[in-house]
């Protein structure tokens, strides 16, 4: 076991987060320093449950224990240097990490709902035109513990039980594929943020070997992926991040995922005005939908600084809807939340807010 754990010597530099240890590791721990395995428990659900942020809070540990466990191991809590709102009460969140690293994230809430839009990259690699995460790169993946951690802060910032959770935020959760579903195992569980897998949802550009590997997990997770063309050219132009993965074979694994799990996927569309909202384009996203268990999320294209894409018309849109439910698909026109803010999709970058922060 790496952490230090007899009483004499340890190396303060050393110490483990918390978050990292296994319930093994962490009974070993706890048995080294002559606790009982309750413990455990009672440790766990002030680390993952109440996102306590320091061992000082858990009120329920005798004094002496807590410090024992500040001295050997760290307690990881994310900071956040700024904050904006927006009219429609949704916040945006500029977080930083352990190593300075910033994401954002968003909440959003409704009459007895909070939805929360996290982030699991640190920008992305995938180079979509449309998306301002896109443009900018990858810094690098996050961890499963700062995934979930994004989804605690909203929840304690609002003071209300999280209901849902979309990993749309900055990254391509399916290039950081075992820490995102680690993290909404964890979100997932009863131990950590309980909330229902119906309500967890994974956004992917298309990465199809992962689409795959989705299939075969036994959680009833939600998946949405961003098709935005169903012309092979305007998709290779607008996502060249996923170019090798064609829509021939998209098709025949989302095929193979509604089979293997039952389950009704969601294709994004962001309607970018004259370039993915022709007649001809409507008529290539009928042909690849047609006939599928499907759901169409239509968006506005949000706009994104520096580009000269821009949406449709909210009528144009109404003809997709249409039109996609002549051929028997289900479509319907998301509302952008926060555009005022900025945290609209696609417009999460990496941007410490200054001077605009509210709190
Ligand atoms: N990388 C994942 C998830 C993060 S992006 C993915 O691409 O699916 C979340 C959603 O926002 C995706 O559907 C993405 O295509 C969409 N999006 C990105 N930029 C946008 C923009 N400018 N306007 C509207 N939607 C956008
Ligand atoms: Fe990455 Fe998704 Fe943005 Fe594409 S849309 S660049 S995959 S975050």
């Not at 080294?32 to 449950?49: D, H, T």
């Not at 009219?87 to 969140?93: F, H, I, T, V, W």
């Not at 996050?142 to 990254?171: A, C, K, P, W």
């Not at 989705?214 to 132009?237: D, G, I, K």
Request: contains cysteine.
């Amino acid at each position: 076991m790496t952490i230090a754990s007899d009483n004499a010597e340890f190396d303060k530099n050393a110490r483990r987060d918390v978050h990292t240890l296994t319930r093994k590791e962490l009974g070993e721990l706890l048995s080294s320093l002559g606790q009982p395995a309750f413990r455990a428990k009672q440790i766990e659900e002030w680390v993952w449950s109440k996102n306590a942020r320091s061992f000082d809070d858990m009120t329920n540990l005798p004094k002496a224990l807590r410090e024992q466990l500040a001295d050997r191991l760290t307690i990881s809590a994310v900071e956040e240097p700024a904050r904006q709102s927006s009219a429609d009460g949704s916040r945006k969140y500029l977080l930083r990490l352990s190593d300075g690293v910033t994401v954002e994230c968003v909440g959003m809430p409704s009459k007895n709902r909070l939805a929360v839009c996290a982030s699991t990259q640190a920008g992305c690699a995938m180079g979509c035109a449309f998306c301002a995460t896109g443009g900018a790169g990858l810094t690098r993946s996050l961890t499963d513990v700062e995934i979930y951690e994004q989804v605690m802060h909203v929840r304690d910032d609002f003071g209300e039980r999280v209901t849902s959770v979309v990993l749309m935020g900055q990254g391509e959760p399916f290039m950081n594929y075992d820490a995102t579903l680690a993290a909404l195992r964890r979100l997932n569980s009863p131990d950590g943020a309980g909330i229902g897998a119906r309500h967890l949802t994974v956004s992917t550009c298309g990465v199809i070997p992962q689409i795959m590997r989705f299939a075969n997990e036994p959680e009833q997770f939600t998946l949405a992926v961003s098709l935005h063309s169903a012309v092979q050219r305007t998709r290779n132009a607008l996502m060249p991040g996923v170019r090798k993965y064609s829509l021939v074979n998209l098709y025949d694994a989302m095929g193979t995922y509604v089979s293997k799990t039952g389950r009704r996927p969601t294709y994004e569309y962001a309607l970018i005005g004259g370039v993915n909202d022709t007649d001809a384009e409507l008529q290539a996203l009928c042909d690849f939908c047609e006939g599928t268990l499907a759901h169409v999320n239509l968006i506005q294209l949000n706009e994104v600084e520096g580009s000269k894409l821009r949406p449709s018309t909210p009528a144009r849109a109404e003809d997709f809807v249409r039109a996609l439910g002549r051929v028997g698909v289900e479509a319907t026109v998301r509302l952008s939340r926060g555009a005022d803010i900025d945290a609209a999709c696609g417009q999460l970058k990496q941007r410490l807010a200054k001077g605009r922060s509210a709190k």
